[in-house]
Protein backbone atom coordinates (compact mmCIF):
# COMPACT_ATOMS: atom_id res chain seq x y z
CA UNK A 1 0.00 0.00 0.00
CA UNK A 2 1.01 3.59 -0.67
CA UNK A 3 -0.04 6.84 1.23
CA UNK A 4 0.97 9.72 1.13
CA UNK A 5 -0.44 12.60 3.44
CA UNK A 6 -0.82 16.43 2.21
CA UNK A 7 -1.39 19.16 4.74
CA UNK A 8 -3.57 21.39 2.07
CA UNK A 9 -5.64 24.95 2.42
CA UNK A 10 -5.67 27.51 4.84
CA UNK A 11 -7.16 24.97 7.79
CA UNK A 12 -4.45 22.22 6.83
CA UNK A 13 -6.80 19.62 6.61
CA UNK A 14 -4.99 16.61 5.66
CA UNK A 15 -5.50 14.96 1.75
CA UNK A 16 -4.49 11.62 1.62
CA UNK A 17 -3.64 9.56 -1.70
CA UNK A 18 -3.88 5.97 -1.02
CA UNK A 19 -3.03 3.32 -3.70
CA UNK A 20 -2.40 -0.33 -3.44
CA UNK A 21 1.36 0.16 -4.20
CA UNK A 22 1.21 -1.99 -7.41
CA UNK A 23 -1.24 0.16 -9.85
CA UNK A 24 -0.79 3.80 -10.69
CA UNK A 25 -4.39 4.15 -9.51
CA UNK A 26 -5.05 5.66 -6.43
CA UNK A 27 -8.14 7.46 -4.23
CA UNK A 28 -7.79 11.05 -3.19
CA UNK A 29 -9.29 11.40 0.44
CA UNK A 30 -10.13 15.15 1.31
CA UNK A 31 -8.93 17.53 -1.41
CA UNK A 32 -9.06 20.49 0.80
CA UNK A 33 -7.35 23.16 -0.95
CA UNK A 34 -3.89 23.47 -2.95
CA UNK A 35 -5.24 21.82 -5.85
CA UNK A 36 -1.83 22.12 -7.87
CA UNK A 37 -0.19 20.52 -5.25
CA UNK A 38 -2.43 17.44 -4.79
CA UNK A 39 -2.50 16.86 -8.68
CA UNK A 40 1.75 17.72 -8.92
CA UNK A 41 2.37 15.56 -5.98
CA UNK A 42 0.13 12.60 -7.94
CA UNK A 43 2.07 12.87 -10.99
CA UNK A 44 5.72 13.18 -8.77
CA UNK A 45 4.32 9.69 -6.94
CA UNK A 46 3.15 7.99 -10.30
CA UNK A 47 -0.49 8.17 -9.26
CA UNK A 48 -3.56 8.51 -11.31
CA UNK A 49 -6.54 9.33 -9.14
CA UNK A 50 -9.43 6.95 -9.85
CA UNK A 51 -11.64 7.84 -6.97
CA UNK A 52 -12.11 11.56 -4.62
CA UNK A 53 -13.47 10.17 -1.60
CA UNK A 54 -15.06 12.91 1.00
CA UNK A 55 -15.36 11.89 4.68
CA UNK A 56 -17.83 14.58 5.05
CA UNK A 57 -19.01 18.17 3.64
CA UNK A 58 -17.47 21.06 4.90
CA UNK A 59 -15.10 23.49 2.73
CA UNK A 60 -12.04 22.27 4.31
CA UNK A 61 -12.03 18.80 2.98
CA UNK A 62 -13.50 19.66 -0.31
CA UNK A 63 -12.62 22.87 -1.71
CA UNK A 64 -10.37 21.20 -4.52
CA UNK A 65 -12.46 18.41 -5.02
CA UNK A 66 -13.84 19.88 -8.41
CA UNK A 67 -10.29 20.87 -9.83
CA UNK A 68 -9.01 17.70 -8.69
CA UNK A 69 -11.79 15.79 -10.39
CA UNK A 70 -11.61 18.22 -13.88
CA UNK A 71 -7.97 17.37 -14.00
CA UNK A 72 -8.28 13.82 -13.41
CA UNK A 73 -11.80 12.89 -14.30
CA UNK A 74 -11.88 10.85 -10.48
CA UNK A 75 -14.81 9.94 -9.31
CA UNK A 76 -16.37 12.17 -6.29
CA UNK A 77 -17.99 9.92 -3.21
CA UNK A 78 -19.50 11.45 -0.49
CA UNK A 79 -22.44 9.92 2.09
CA UNK A 80 -26.11 11.35 0.74
CA UNK A 81 -26.55 13.50 4.12
CA UNK A 82 -23.69 16.11 3.20
CA UNK A 83 -23.86 15.55 -0.67
CA UNK A 84 -25.97 19.41 -0.54
CA UNK A 85 -23.13 20.71 1.08
CA UNK A 86 -20.53 19.52 -2.19
CA UNK A 87 -23.23 20.52 -4.40
CA UNK A 88 -24.15 23.87 -3.52
CA UNK A 89 -21.21 25.24 -1.29
CA UNK A 90 -22.73 27.56 1.07
CA UNK A 91 -20.93 30.95 0.32
CA UNK A 92 -19.87 31.94 4.21
CA UNK A 93 -18.24 28.87 4.87
CA UNK A 94 -16.40 28.79 1.41
CA UNK A 95 -14.93 32.24 1.85
CA UNK A 96 -13.73 30.53 5.04
CA UNK A 97 -11.33 28.62 3.17
CA UNK A 98 -10.58 31.27 0.26
CA UNK A 99 -13.91 29.84 -2.29
CA UNK A 100 -14.49 26.40 -2.56
CA UNK A 101 -16.20 25.85 -6.41
CA UNK A 102 -18.99 22.90 -6.23
CA UNK A 103 -18.25 20.13 -7.68
CA UNK A 104 -21.37 17.33 -8.68
CA UNK A 105 -21.32 13.95 -6.73
CA UNK A 106 -21.27 11.15 -9.07
CA UNK A 107 -22.43 8.35 -6.38
CA UNK A 108 -23.32 8.71 -2.88
CA UNK A 109 -21.38 6.60 -0.02
CA UNK A 110 -23.39 4.25 1.89
CA UNK A 111 -22.61 2.64 5.44
CA UNK A 112 -20.66 -1.09 5.35
CA UNK A 113 -19.84 -0.48 1.36
CA UNK A 114 -16.45 -1.21 0.31
CA UNK A 115 -14.60 1.14 -2.13
CA UNK A 116 -10.93 1.46 -3.49
CA UNK A 117 -8.74 0.56 -6.61
CA UNK A 118 -7.03 -2.07 -7.70
CA UNK A 119 -6.10 -4.27 -5.05
CA UNK A 120 -6.95 -1.52 -2.30
CA UNK A 121 -10.04 -1.84 -0.36
CA UNK A 122 -11.95 0.54 2.14
CA UNK A 123 -15.23 -0.22 4.05
CA UNK A 124 -17.35 3.13 4.95
CA UNK A 125 -18.53 3.24 8.45
CA UNK A 126 -21.28 6.22 9.15
CA UNK A 127 -20.65 8.36 11.98
CA UNK A 128 -22.62 11.32 11.90
CA UNK A 129 -21.82 13.41 14.58
CA UNK A 130 -19.45 16.53 13.42
CA UNK A 131 -21.53 16.47 10.29
CA UNK A 132 -24.56 14.24 9.24
CA UNK A 133 -23.07 12.46 6.90
CA UNK A 134 -19.35 12.08 8.34
CA UNK A 135 -17.55 8.55 7.29
CA UNK A 136 -14.68 6.95 8.17
CA UNK A 137 -13.14 4.70 6.00
CA UNK A 138 -11.59 1.36 7.12
CA UNK A 139 -8.60 -0.20 5.67
CA UNK A 140 -6.53 -3.18 6.56
CA UNK A 141 -4.61 -1.82 9.71
CA UNK A 142 -5.83 1.64 9.18
CA UNK A 143 -8.82 4.16 9.49
CA UNK A 144 -9.10 7.30 7.98
CA UNK A 145 -11.36 9.20 10.33
CA UNK A 146 -12.04 12.55 8.87
CA UNK A 147 -13.31 15.30 11.68
CA UNK A 148 -14.55 12.58 14.01
CA UNK A 149 -11.62 11.12 15.47
CA UNK A 150 -8.18 13.23 16.12
CA UNK A 151 -5.37 12.57 17.95
CA UNK A 152 -6.31 13.55 21.61
CA UNK A 153 -9.31 14.41 20.48
CA UNK A 154 -12.55 14.61 18.83
CA UNK A 155 -14.68 16.66 15.77
CA UNK A 156 -16.18 19.79 17.29
CA UNK A 157 -20.48 19.44 17.17
CA UNK A 158 -21.38 23.04 17.08
CA UNK A 159 -21.89 23.46 13.22
CA UNK A 160 -25.07 23.15 11.31
CA UNK A 161 -26.00 19.55 11.60
CA UNK A 162 -23.71 18.30 14.57
CA UNK A 163 -24.43 16.21 17.17
CA UNK A 164 -22.68 15.09 20.68
CA UNK A 165 -24.83 12.75 21.06
CA UNK A 166 -24.86 11.20 17.69
CA UNK A 167 -20.47 11.50 17.77
CA UNK A 168 -20.42 9.60 20.99
CA UNK A 169 -22.73 7.07 19.51
CA UNK A 170 -19.93 7.21 16.37
CA UNK A 171 -16.86 6.82 18.73
CA UNK A 172 -18.27 3.71 19.58
CA UNK A 173 -18.83 1.99 16.52
CA UNK A 174 -14.96 3.19 15.82
CA UNK A 175 -13.51 1.42 18.68
CA UNK A 176 -16.08 -1.56 18.07
CA UNK A 177 -14.69 -1.99 14.74
CA UNK A 178 -10.88 -1.43 15.15
CA UNK A 179 -8.06 -3.37 16.65
CA UNK A 180 -5.60 -1.19 19.35
CA UNK A 181 -3.00 -1.58 16.83
CA UNK A 182 -5.13 0.28 14.03
CA UNK A 183 -3.47 3.54 12.68
CA UNK A 184 -5.25 6.72 13.19
CA UNK A 185 -5.03 9.11 10.18
CA UNK A 186 -7.19 11.88 10.93
CA UNK A 187 -8.21 14.94 8.86
CA UNK A 188 -6.06 17.46 10.79
CA UNK A 189 -3.24 16.92 13.03
CA UNK A 190 -0.86 14.02 13.18
CA UNK A 191 -1.76 10.44 13.37
CA UNK A 192 -2.51 7.65 16.32
CA UNK A 193 -3.65 4.67 16.60
CA UNK A 194 -6.73 2.98 18.37
CA UNK A 195 -5.02 2.22 21.27
CA UNK A 196 -2.99 5.49 22.05
CA UNK A 197 -6.64 7.09 21.91
CA UNK A 198 -7.94 4.94 24.20
CA UNK A 199 -5.42 5.31 26.89
CA UNK A 200 -5.13 8.93 26.84
CA UNK A 201 -8.19 10.81 24.80
CA UNK A 202 -10.39 11.74 27.64
CA UNK A 203 -13.57 11.64 24.69
CA UNK A 204 -12.86 7.80 24.58
CA UNK A 205 -12.67 7.53 28.35
Known sequence: MKLIVLPVGPLEANCYLLGDGQSEMCVVIDPGGD??????TCT???LRPHLILLTHGHMDHMAAAAAVKAASGARVMIHEADRESVEHPHPFWAQMVGGAPAVRVDECLTDGQAVGVGGLSLRVLHTPGHSP???CFLGDGLILTGDTLFAGSVGRTDLPGGSMQLLEQSLQRIIAATAPDTVVYPGHGPASTIGEELAGNPWLQ
Not at 35 to 40: C, K, S, T, V, W
Open 35 to 40: AEIILE
Open 44 to 46: TES
Open 133 to 135: GSV
